[in-house]
T-cell receptor, first 115, second 111 residues
Framework: ETGVTQTPRHLVMGMTNKKSLKCEQHLGHNAMYWYKQSAKKPLELMFVYNFKEQTENNSVPSRFSPECPNSSHLFLHLHTLQPEDSALYLC??????????????FGPGTRLTVL | DAKTTQPNSMESNEEEPVHLPCNHSTISGTDYIHWYRQLPSQGPEYVIHGLTSNVNNRMASLAIAEDRKSSTLILHRATLRDAAVYYCILRGSSNTGKLIFGQGTTLQVKP
């Protein structure tokens, strides 16, 4: 499935660095999501955007800052991260419409390592 | 969100059918049952979903108990490429769009 792309695929950063993860969906969807997958743990939902508006923030620390400039692009800005933030960060998109449980399409993820 | 319970792991032989169970005893009448799977080093992918009736698609079949408190994902002939973590997820009709993942079932397929 190439409908959702993520860059970079791998990222190594120090705790004082600032970096950004990018997600792009080519499916014409109106909702986008960031998930975090740490080793041996289930995927955790971080943020939800519907029609470019953030509708959910699951108590994510402020060192993670999402940005959704349009319905096709989603960014996750990272600054002063901790080693425990090392994980696979997954982006997804879906078409949200009233009364329907639509499929989410995931990107391949960015493997982040914080030194 | 209603909770699901799945076995941590299962094994199957190649070319044989696999039945992956999921319990969801607190399911509400409007919750859809979704299945996703995550292959190694990839993001999750949709497999199938249903509400009350059994469902079939090219990837799998979904059998839903009459009381809807459990369901079973059926892979009719397992291949080595089916080795993955399989997630059973309930999604309500309020449809905020989010998915709540559990630990899932890790399926190993032996040649």
């Amino acid at each position: 499935e190439t409908g959702v792309t993520q860059t970079p695929r791998h990222l190594v950063m120090g705790m004082t660095n600032k970096k950004s993860l990018k997600c792009e969906q080519h499916l014409g969807h109106n909702a986008m999501y960031w998930y975090k997958q740490s080793a041996k743990k289930p995927l955790e939902l971080m943020f939800v955007y519907n029609f470019k508006e953030q509708t959910e923030n699951n108590s994510v620390p402020s060192r993670f800052s999402p940005e959704c400039p349009n319905s096709s692009h989603l960014f996750l800005h990272l600054h002063t991260l901790q080693p425990e933030d090392s994980a696979l960060y997954l982006c997804a998109s879906s078409q949200v419409s009233s009364g329907r449980a639509d499929t989410q399409y995931f990107g391949p993820g960015t493997r982040l390592t914080v030194l | 969100d209603a909770k699901t319970t799945q076995p941590n792991s299962m094994e199957s032989n190649e070319e044989e059918p696999v039945h992956l169970p999921c319990n969801h005893s607190t399911i509400s009448g409007t919750d859809y049952i979704h299945w996703y799977r995550q292959l190694p080093s990839q993001g999750p992918e949709y497999v199938i979903h249903g509400l009350t009736s059994n469902v079939n698609n090219r990837m799998a079949s979904l059998a839903i108990a009459e009381d809807r408190k459990s369901s079973t994902l059926i892979l009719h002939r397992a291949t080595l490429r089916d080795a993955a973590v399989y997630y059973c997820i309930l999604r309500g009709s309020s449809n905020t769009g989010k998915l709540i993942f559990g630990q899932g079932t890790t399926l190993q397929v032996k040649p």
